[in-house]
């Protein structure tokens, strides 16, 4: 099977509040799970970035579905592109609520034109680096929260 990688930035609606992100974490991992799709999903700042991996097909109808979610708006596609193998495959979907701790802003910084979270203004290299960086200070035992 080829593997695929997508990554889209969007805009969570007025009022997003940190039980909506605690549902969508669950359903994404129960969905996800079950047919074979990885990734991470980051929210700050009113923004959401994600990336998801796995079979094209697959990943087309999570993404069609994620659309229609009506919790943000404004979605745009980064990158959509073959890879050789997971970068995120530790999760079903990892979700994490950006704050203000200073490794966080010093990853947040190296990749936006600012010291908020501006995933619009990134590229797809620039988006998978920040992700791939939150996913290692992570696995150093960093604080999300």
């Not at 799709?37 to 579905?65: H, P």
Request: charged letters at 20%.
């Amino acid at each position: 099977m080829t593997l695929y990688r997508l990554i889209y930035v969007s805009q969570a609606i007025a009022g997003l509040e940190y039980p909506d992100l605690v549902d969508i974490a669950e359903k994404s991992e129960h969905n996800n799970k079950n047919v074979g799709i990885t990734g991470m999903l980051t929210f700050g700042d009113s923004m959401f970035l994600q990336v998801l991996e796995g079979s094209r097909r697959l990943i087309s109808q999570t993404y069609n579905r994620i659309l229609m979610d009506k919790r943000h708006n404004n979605a745009e596609l980064i990158d959509f592109s073959e890879i050789e193998h997971r970068d995120f495959g530790l999760w079903s979907m990892k979700v994490v609520q950006l704050g203000t701790q200073a490794e966080i802003c010093d990853i947040i910084l190296k990749y936006s034109s600012s010291e908020t979270f501006s995933p619009i203004s990134m590229t797809g290299k620039q988006s998978l680096s920040f992700l791939r960086e939150l996913t290692a200070l992570y696995q150093r035992g960093g604080n999300f929260n």
